[in-house]
């Protein structure tokens, strides 16, 4: 809070023209205190949200918002940058292929071990056993297969 002792100081601090600051009292702006001018109740009615005279201030302030906001996202791109650059952010293309490269080992993995199981089974069992698991494993791969990574 600032006292200025004249209109004219006022207007010089507000940085409006002097019939602006005579306009703007006439319109209501408080300030007047003991003989001076109180600027930082003149900044505030002017600031005020839903005040006609003081839309300038208030495009101002929504400006700088709009800039810190502008500000802020160029910060969060380039820390997101710096974390791809040092390996602890991956992108999701890069996560998939190496996803679904395992996929198809474990799958390939699974495939083979009806064979094997089947050459430890009787032989008079054996066929059937063998296509028993052939059968579950095609439904469990299958169901893999449907499967969706949640974000």
Not at 12 to 29: C, D, H, Q, W
Not at 30 to 40: E, F, I, K, L, T
Not at 84 to 105: I, Y
Request: charged letters at 30%; aromatic letters at 6%.
């Amino acid at each position: 809070m600032t006292i200025v002792s004249s209109q004219s100081l006022l207007a010089n601090e507000l940085r409006i023209s002097l019939p602006m600051v005579k306009t703007y009292f006439a319109r209501g702006m408080p300030g007047v205190s003991n003989g001076g001018y109180d600027s930082g109740a003149c900044i505030d009615w002017l600031r005020e949200p839903g005040n006609p005279w003081g839309r300038i201030a208030a495009k101002d302030e929504d400006k700088e918002e709009l800039e810190k906001e502008a500000l802020r996202v160029k910060i969060d791109r380039d820390k997101l940058k710096l974390e791809q650059e040092s390996g602890a952010l991956v992108e999701r293309k890069a996560v998939w292929a190496g996803v679904m490269q395992v996929f198809h080992r474990i799958r390939s993995r699974l495939q083979a071990i009806p064979a094997e199981v089947g050459s430890s089974v009787p032989p008079d069992q054996r066929a059937q056993i063998i296509a028993v698991w052939k059968e579950k494993i095609v439904l469990v791969l299958s169901e893999m297969e449907h499967w969706e990574i949640e974000d």
